[in-house]
Nanobody
């Protein structure tokens, strides 16, 4: 199971840190990622991190502003979001999959999902 937290209402330019806590499996053996779904939009890939934290991947719109990290000992994954923009407004979901060797950008590639946490950025 995945539990996402840390969302909120902020102003443009502010920062937020999302967290995702995992339970039930050996965290180091699963691939993890963040997705988001804005109003009236499809769920989209935001960032992913390899099992060993050696590699990170980002969608172009968040590169340089967001940083994904994970702590396998604590079974947690984080998304540090800086310089937030109104277009970052969305429900953010953490996702995990035990089959992926690296990562994937598609929703259907992940078998486990958190409940989502709302991020609202006002202009």
């Amino acid at each position: 199971q995945l539990q996402a937290s840390g969302g909120g209402l902020v102003q443009a330019g502010d920062s937020l840190r999302l967290s995702c806590a995992a339970s039930g499996r050996t965290f180091s053996n699963i691939a993890t990622a963040w997705f988001r779904q804005g109003p009236g939009k499809e769920r989209e890939f935001v960032a992913a991190i390899s099992r060993s934290s050696g590699s990170t991947y980002y969608t172009d719109s968040v590169k340089g502003r967001f940083t994904i990290s994970r702590d396998n000992a604590k079974a947690t994954m984080n998304l540090q979001m800086n310089s937030l923009k109104p277009e970052d407004t969305a429900v953010y979901y953490c996702a995990a999959d035990r089959r992926l060797l690296t990562y994937a950008r598609t929703v259907y590639s992940y078998e486990y999902w958190g409940q989502g946490t709302q991020v609202t950025v006002s202009s």
